[in-house]
């Protein structure tokens, strides 16, 4: 069985901050540990989530998988690692994210 490292980058870290930062101090306690837990798994068998459609001008597949049914985290799998790009609120409006 293999496992992957999983780095999270900047971006997706400032995308959660952004996601719980409007929630009560309990909520985002949850929220930020629903969310890194759900990051973390992804550890093992990382192809399990459905291919994102991205631009095609991004060079590698993107993946997505969703978190408490309302965030998307989006990643790749790069080797024996999974890079986790970003971590959207699925009622935004995101293409332009992207």
Known sequence: MNEYSVIISNKAHSDI???VGRA???AAIKLTNDIYTSLASLDLF???NP???A???FPYTIR???INDRYIA???IENQKIVIYRVLDSRRKFGHLL
């Open 64 to 66: 997505k998988q969703i």
């Open 17 to 19: 901050a952004e996601c």
């Open 74 to 76: 989006l990643y790749t």
């Open 55 to 57: 631009p095609k001008s």
């Open 46 to 48: 990382p192809e399990r």
């Open 51 to 53: 291919i994102f459609n």
């Open 24 to 26: 009560s101090k309990e």
